[in-house]
């Protein structure tokens, strides 16, 4: 029993390792696809003020 208990511990942490993980990528791509978006709307908006 107390052999198979680090095997239990480890299944039930990497299963919550990976409910984070995937959480944290969808939130991480999102946030930076809003960067990116962000970005692109002050260098279009920049961009006269560079031919001027």
Not at 15 to 32: A, D, E
Request: proline content about 4%; hydrophobic content about 40%; overall charge negative.
């Amino acid at each position: 029993m107390l052999e198979q208990l680090p095997l239990f511990y480890d299944i039930r942490s990497t299963h919550c390792f990976l409910m984070f993980y995937n959480f944290y990528q969808k939130y991480l791509s999102t946030v930076i696809d809003y960067l990116k978006y962000l970005l692109y709307l002050a260098i279009e908006s920049s961009e006269p003020v560079y031919y001027w």
